[in-house]
Structures are given as structure tokens and as C-alpha cells.
Nanobody, 127 residues
Framework: QVQPVESGGGLVQAGGSLRLSCAASGRTFSSYAVGWFRQAQGKEREFVAFIRWSGGDTIYADSVKGRFTISKDNEKNTVYLQMNSLKAEDTAVYYC????????????????????WGQGTQVTVSS
């Protein structure tokens, strides 16, 4: 088991940037896929991006592709989500989660295939 811990949320003006961090507590992310999800007020939690720790495969939701970048730091055992050109519709609570690293790309866009979740960090984009 691994416990993800998110940080880096805040209030930013539209067009600005934020970098979210997801650190592993207890064990490492080495055998996992690490995903970012978000949940806006009154909406369902939706997929944003994931990265496989082994190999570094990534995929992004269409809504953030070209604006967000997911990356990892092996030494720090941390995953980052760099968010640029932020829009008001990016406002949500952002969650980091760990899932089975060997799953297919399709399965790893489904929140039901992630088992260990952080508490979330609020991102608010003003316009």
C-alpha cells in the first residue's frame, strides 16, 4: 500500500500556472500508475492525466492536453502536474491516486481502477 499526498493548489488568474505535487508516503510509486483526477462542484470526478512509474508512459484528457504536463522525480518519489494556461473550467479539487501499473491505457483513465487516493487540493481559477 502507498499513500499519496497532494499539495500545490491555490487561487490563480485565468491564463496563469500552478504546479501540483503528489508525494508517496510509506512505500514508493515504483509498481504503480499515478493518476490525477479532478472534481468540480456538483460534477463527477473526472480523469486528468496519468503516468506509469516504470517506463513513464503518459496520457492526458482532451480537455487539458497541450496545457498540462505530468512528470515524475524518481529520487523524490513524487509526481507533478504542471498546469499552464489555466481556465475557469479547470477549477476543481484535484486528487492524486495510485493504481495498478500494468493496466492498459484505457483502464488507467478510469477512476475505479485506482485504489489509493490522496485527500485532494483545491485549484481555483478566476476570470
Amino acid at each position: 500500500q502507498v499513500q499519496p499526498v497532494e499539495s500545490g493548489g491555490g487561487l490563480v488568474q485565468a491564463g496563469g500556472s500552478l504546479r501540483l505535487s503528489c508525494a508517496a508516503s510509506g512505500r514508493t510509486f515504483s509498481s504503480y500508475a499515478v493518476g490525477w483526477f479532478r472534481q468540480a462542484q456538483g460534477k463527477e470526478r473526472e480523469f486528468v492525466a496519468f503516468i506509469r512509474w516504470s517506463g513513464g508512459d503518459t496520457i492526458y484528457a482532451d480537455s487539458v492536453k497541450g496545457r498540462f504536463t505530468i512528470s515524475k522525480d524518481n529520487e523524490k518519489n513524487t509526481v507533478y502536474l504542471q498546469m499552464n494556461s489555466l481556465k475557469a473550467e479547470d477549477t476543481a479539487v484535484y486528487y492524486c491516486a495510485a493504481g495498478t501499473g500494468s493496466y492498459s491505457m484505457l483502464r488507467l483513465t478510469d477512476r475505479k481502477n485506482y485504489y489509493y487516493w490522496g485527500q485532494g487540493t483545491q485549484v481555483t481559477v478566476s476570470s
